[in-house]
């Protein structure tokens, strides 16, 4: 069970707060975000999504920049309550349409409403938009989205307090649009986060897809829908074969996931003949199917990492990047980061001629290096040369000192899995009933790391 709720802005300020309990200090939530601002244990730059001040656990998560926090002096699963605040935060953001301060600010009495439904003295009810529908009874005041960053192609797929794919539509699930109408539209979001580590000489050492099929259906009347994959699917592997399958064939250029999960909501009746996916989506956001790949793929970006000694004081570090995607294909907020010396006093960058869109910063802090791009077309070479100057001598080999060098990146309508919606079809209402079909793909760095 938990004692309380709050959601708090990135200068501290408290959004909303319920205490449900009234066994946890009314102050909690100033102690939080004093504790999260100035963490500095275990040599760590960020706070842990859970620890304890005085007896009081402290759960959050960070949604769009804000921080949802829960407490507890019971000792809860942290898993569990995690979920539970990125629920609460899907829940919102359905009947908002927009998750922002200024959202939250306007609507706080339907939000107070929400959380009196999804908890009870602390236990939890229910956190599915669809069933809370009857519940709730307030109305939601829409924010202009027009005040918002511009949803063009590279913004709706961009991180940090910019919109993710699956979370890009900024309309209410509940609320019509003016004038009475709802336009009829389906988003169906494929997002795939990639973990790989390269050697020191480039080859692949370890690789991994965490990936979801995301939906967001607007349609009313609650239709049939089905949605279908590819027809050579493979589920289950063993010594790199398909040990389970469903009649797909396991060859060179299948897709082979190791495991998967669906929402309560579909039904796999046709999926070991044909692979689709027959569901009636609820109102609001939630996962068709979550899965994850193991086999080798292509990797997106490789990464090239040369360190030179220049003297006893000084080293030269050429950090190289190639785009291994198609040429129309652009990666977004791509960022290089690679931990440097802790003797290194001073870095001089070098970019390439003619670069755009790229910054470079030395964090003295933590001696780390970091190369933020923009943008990178598929195809594309970028270099950054770094000059390093040491506080004193080297006294070993400098590239056990340094790296290994990261990558976080994102890939609107690329994913290296293969793994592709064939078509979406609705089951129709009358022959004129055509609604608004949306697919889109994106990959995103998890892990992305090479050693030296």
Same mark, same amino acid.
């Given at each position: 069970?938990?004692?309380?709720?709050?959601?708090?802005?990135?200068?501290?300020?408290?959004?909303?707060?319920?205490?449900?309990?009234?066994?946890?200090? @009314?102050?909690?939530?100033?102690?939080?975000?004093?504790?999260? @601002?100035?963490?500095?244990?275990?040599?760590?730059?960020?706070?842990?999504?859970?620890?304890?001040?005085?007896?009081?656990?402290?759960? /959050?998560?960070?949604?769009?920049?804000?921080?949802?926090?829960?407490?507890?002096?019971?000792?809860?699963?942290?898993?569990?309550?995690?979920?539970?605040?990125?629920?609460?935060?899907?829940?919102?953001?359905?009947?908002?349409?927009?998750?922002?301060? $200024?959202?939250?600010?306007?609507?706080?009495?339907?939000?107070?409403?929400?959380?009196?439904?999804?908890?009870?003295?602390?236990?939890?009810?229910?956190?599915?938009?669809?069933?809370? @529908?009857?519940?709730?009874?307030?109305?939601?005041?829409?924010? $202009?989205?027009?005040?918002?960053?511009?949803?063009?192609?590279?913004?709706?797929?961009?991180?940090?307090?910019?919109?993710?794919?699956?979370?890009?539509?900024?309309?209410?699930?509940?609320?019509?649009?003016?004038?009475?109408?709802?336009?009829?539209?389906?988003?169906?979001?494929?997002?795939?986060?990639?973990?790989?580590?390269?050697?020191?000489?480039?080859?692949?050492?370890?690789?991994?897809?965490?990936?979801?099929?995301?939906?967001?259906?607007?349609?009313?009347g609650n239709p049939e829908i089905r949605l279908a994959l590819n027809e $050579?699917?493979?589920?289950?592997?063993?010594?790199?074969?398909?040990?389970?399958?469903?009649?797909?064939?396991?060859?060179?250029?299948?897709?082979?996931?190791?495991?998967?999960?669906? /929402?309560?909501?579909? /039904?796999?009746?046709?999926?070991?003949?044909?692979?689709?996916?027959?569901?009636?989506?609820?109102?609001?956001?939630?996962?068709?199917?979550?899965?994850?790949?193991?086999?080798?793929?292509?990797?997106?970006?490789?990464?090239?990492?040369?360190?030179?000694?220049?003297?006893?004081?000084?080293?030269?570090?050429?950090?190289?990047?190639?785009?291994?995607?198609?040429? $129309?294909?652009?990666?977004?907020?791509?960022?290089?980061?690679?931990?440097?010396?802790?003797?290194?006093?001073?870095?001089?960058?070098?970019?390439?001629p003619g670069a755009v869109g790229q910054t470079t910063d030395f964090k003295?802090?933590?001696?780390?290096?970091?190369?933020?791009?923009?943008?990178?077309?598929?195809?594309?070479? /970028?270099?950054?040369?770094? @000059?390093?100057?040491?506080?004193?001598?080297?006294?070993?080999?400098?590239?056990?000192?340094?790296?290994?060098?990261?990558?976080?990146?994102?890939?609107?309508?690329?994913?290296?899995?293969?793994?592709?919606?064939?078509?979406?079809?609705?089951?129709?209402?009358?022959?004129?009933?055509?609604?608004?079909?949306?697919?889109?793909?994106?990959?995103?760095?998890?892990?992305?790391?090479?050693?030296?």
């Amino acid at each position: 069970m938990i004692s309380q709720f709050f959601v708090l802005s990135q200068r501290g300020d408290s959004i909303v707060f319920r205490d449900y309990r009234g066994d946890v200090p @009314k102050g909690s939530a100033e102690v939080f975000f004093r504790k999260v @601002k100035f963490w500095k244990e275990d040599g760590g730059e960020e706070a842990p999504p859970v620890f304890n001040v005085d007896g009081v656990n402290y759960f /959050h998560v960070k949604v769009v920049g804000l921080l949802f926090v829960a407490t507890s002096r019971t000792n809860l699963s942290p898993s569990l309550v995690l979920e539970l605040l990125q629920r609460i935060a899907r829940v919102i953001k359905d009947y908002l349409g927009v998750l922002n301060e $200024d959202s939250l600010r306007k609507n706080f009495v339907l939000v107070y409403e929400l959380l009196d439904e999804v908890i009870d003295f602390g236990y939890v009810q229910t956190t599915s938009t669809e069933i809370l @529908k009857s519940y709730i009874f307030n109305e939601p005041i829409m924010v $202009d989205a027009g005040r918002l960053p511009p949803l063009g192609p590279a913004a709706m797929f961009m991180q940090g307090t910019k919109r993710m794919p699956g979370t890009a539509i900024t309309k209410s699930v509940v609320a019509n649009e003016p004038g009475g109408r709802k336009r009829e539209e389906i988003f169906v979001d494929i997002i795939e986060k990639i973990s790989i580590t390269f050697s020191s000489s480039g080859y692949i050492l370890t690789s991994e897809i965490d990936g979801t099929i995301q939906m967001k259906s607007y349609l009313t009347g609650n239709p049939e829908i089905r949605l279908a994959l590819n027809e $050579d699917l493979s589920i289950g592997r063993a010594g790199g074969r398909s040990v389970y399958d469903y009649g797909g064939s396991a060859g060179s250029g299948a897709v082979i996931l190791d495991d998967c999960n669906f /929402h309560e909501s579909v /039904h796999l009746d046709s999926f070991d003949v044909d692979r689709t996916l027959t569901l009636v989506p609820p109102d609001g956001e939630f996962p068709v199917m979550n899965y994850r790949i193991t086999q080798e793929f292509k990797p997106p970006f490789r990464i090239n990492t040369l360190i030179e000694e220049a003297g006893s004081l000084k080293a030269e570090v050429i950090l190289k990047i190639r785009a291994e995607f198609p040429s $129309d294909i652009t990666a977004n907020t791509i960022l290089v980061q690679m931990p440097l010396p802790t003797y290194t006093s001073r870095v001089s960058f070098e970019l390439e001629p003619g670069a755009v869109g790229q910054t470079t910063d030395f964090k003295e802090s933590n001696k780390r290096l970091e190369w933020s791009l923009k943008k990178v077309l598929g195809g594309s070479d /970028h270099t950054l040369r770094a @000059k390093l100057t040491f506080s004193q001598e080297s006294h070993g080999n400098i590239t056990k000192e340094a790296g290994p060098v990261s990558m976080t990146f994102t890939i609107p309508m690329y994913n290296p899995s293969r793994l592709q919606v064939k078509y979406l079809q609705i089951a129709k209402k009358s022959k004129a009933y055509n609604p608004y079909r949306w697919v889109r793909y994106v990959t995103q760095a998890n892990s992305y790391v090479a050693r030296i």
